[in-house]
């Protein structure tokens, strides 16, 4: 059974950081590009990170640049999510996902094209 399970969500003060984990069970992740995906109450998921297979290449939504950081350790088939200056914006519950679609690149990385997904891990910013 492939089952992603994240962990590291919490209630959090603005300005401070966050280490979002992301561990593979029943499915070799380096066989997948994976993204980091949040959503927001009352608004749509969204794409904040992606990642290649190998970690080579990345990517990251206009509002989080500089402030996310999205690494890969496949020999613990665990992708991260480094979270830093958090923003009440920020608010979100926080998902996982794999795909194994062109997983060398991360262009057109989609909520619809990912094949599997973990439950998520909810982040609170106070302002």
């Known amino acids: 059974q492939v089952q992603l399970v994240e962990s590291g969500g919490g209630l959090v003060q603005a300005g401070g950081s966050l280490r979002l984990s992301c561990a593979g069970s029943g499915l070799t992740i380096s066989r997948y590009r994976m993204g980091w995906f949040r959503q927001a109450p009352g608004k749509e998921r969204e794409l904040v990170a992606g990642?290649?297979?190998?970690?080579?290449?990345?990517y990251y939504t206009d509002s989080v640049k500089d402030r996310f950081t999205i690494f890969r350790d496949n020999a613990k088939n665990t992708v991260y999510l480094q979270i830093n200056s958090l923003k009440p914006e920020d608010t979100a519950v926080y998902y996982c996902?794999?795909?194994?679609?062109?997983?060398?690149?991360?262009?057109?990385?989609?909520?619809?094209?990912?094949?599997?997904w973990g439950k998520g891990t909810l982040v609170t910013v106070s302002s």
């Open positions: 996902a794999a795909d194994s679609n062109d997983i060398a690149r991360v262009v057109a990385m989609t909520t619809q094209g990912m094949d599997f």
């Open positions: 990642i290649s297979w190998s970690g080579g290449a990345t």
